[in-house]
């Protein structure tokens, strides 16, 4: 009779201990693939969503100097040898290696007008591109059109003004054609008309106070591209926002390692359970062990038989974990990411470090069960029976 038949026979006689040594180190195997394929999924998402986030990258007037505002608050502060931002300029981003990245590009001119006796911020933007560039912006009517204004929430409430309200800048009648819902940010405080007309009101064609460009994040080199931009515009001053992009990303890293370093340690201690369980099942087979030795069999085919069990009980417990592991990720995803399971993708790599951790735990753990066995006297077990 072959070893592998005697495995075979030897398990199908013991199922009920079979089980519970599988379950011990599917649970590992299930917890390491499921919150695997998880953090991946959620990775993925967040570089989706990133993609369209906003800018994340600001130009600004090269100066000498620093600007004391922190958080809003104006602390003072000077700047001199400014080299000022034109719209002719704007041109040198499709110079850049990484153009191709660029999704989108907000010019801005920013200026200080009189309202009702106030004197109130005036943006003059892009409509089309802060659509991509401000996708959380909520706005109460519609986005203007030439003539028109979108009010932020604090400047509305400042100013005392409603949708359909009209006001006189510079000698021109503008209506209000939107609200913003409060952001919290500078947003909340401006006033927003095309950018045209703007440079008309404030007598500054050409000029630009800042650019906000969105760049694909997933897998772009934003750092690189500053430095490509910052080339390309001698002028300009470029930086990454890159603050809530390294935040997510962080966390989502630990998350990943949490994910590795739960599914390893339910695994170790799955590997445990094998141990115990095989330490069992080897007393409990002392008789049957003896009559292998009466009958001829070395201690070298002790050992083997142990470890063959030991074997195919963890390779069928790293098989049935990694299933469990994408079931379980399964019924889990529409909780945590937006979409189903048919983003549901399992690293290979992880797949096969699962597999061999099990294997590798099980064999650990029949170790000693099979040393044991080995060194039992056959005559001792057969004066038992």
């Given amino acids: 009779m072959g070893l592998w038949l005697m495995v075979m026979r030897s398990l199908s006689r013991r ?46 007037p090269k100066s000498k100097g620093l600007s004391l505002v922190y958080e809003g608050m104006n602390l003072g502060g000077f700047s001199y040898e400014t080299a000022p931002l034109y719209e002719k300029d704007l041109g040198s ?12 590009v907000g010019p801005m001119l920013l200026g200080t007008v009189r309202v009702k006796d106030t004197d109130a911020p005036l943006a003059g933007v892009d409509f089309i591109a802060m659509d991509y560039l401000r996708p959380w912006w909520q706005v109460t009517g519609r986005l203007p059109a030439r003539g028109e204004v979108l009010a932020g929430d604090q400047a509305a409430r400042v100013l005392d003004l409603k949708l359909g309200d009209r006001m006189d800048l510079g000698g021109q009648t503008l209506t ?67 603050s809530v992009v390294k935040g997510r990303m962080h966390a989502l890293s630990l998350f990943k390692r949490f994910s590795w370093g739960a599914g390893v340690l339910v695994t170790v201690v799955g590997g445990l359970v094998v141990l115990v ?19 001829g069999f070395r201690r070298s085919h002790v050992v083997r038989l142990v470890l063959m069990e030991s074997l195919v009980l963890s390779l069928a417990a790293g098989l049935l974990g990694l299933g469990l592991g994408l079931g379980g990720a399964w019924l889990l995803m529409p909780l945590l990411v937006d979409g189903h399971g048919g983003h549901l993708t399992l690293n290979p790599g992880v797949a096969l470090f699962s597999l061999a951790l099990s294997l590798v735990m099980g064999q650990l753990a029949g170790i000693h069960p099979a040393l044991a066995a080995a060194r039992m006297d056959p005559s001792e077990a057969l004066r038992s029976l």
């Avoid at 089980?19 to 998402?45: C, E, P, R, W």
């Avoid at 981003?93 to 989108?104: C, E, F, H, M, R």
């Avoid at 330490?279 to 049957?288: G, I, K, L, Q």
């Fill in 176 to 242: 209000v054609a939107g609200v913003l819902a409060p952001t919290g940010s500078p947003d909340d405080q401006l006033l927003f008309a095309d950018r045209p007309m703007v440079e008309t009101l404030l007598n500054q064609p050409g000029r630009l106070s800042m650019v906000e460009v969105a760049a694909l994040c997933h897998g772009c080199p934003v750092e690189e591209m500053v430095a490509q931009i910052e080339a390309a515009w001698p002028g300009a001053s470029v930086m990454a926002i890159q």
């Fill in 15 to 60: 199922k009920a201990k079979a089980v519970f040594i599988i379950l011990g180190l599917t649970v590992g195997v299930a917890a390491m693939a499921g919150l695997s394929v998880l953090s991946d999924a959620l990775t993925t998402q967040v570089n989706q969503q990133l993609e369209k986030y906003g800018a994340n990258i600001l130009i600004t």
């Fill in 277 to 295: 369980t095989m330490m069992a099942s080897v007393r409990e087979r002392s008789r049957e062990i003896g009559l292998w030795r009466a009958i």
């Fill in 93 to 104: 981003l499709k110079t850049i290696k990484n153009s191709g990245n660029i999704a989108a």
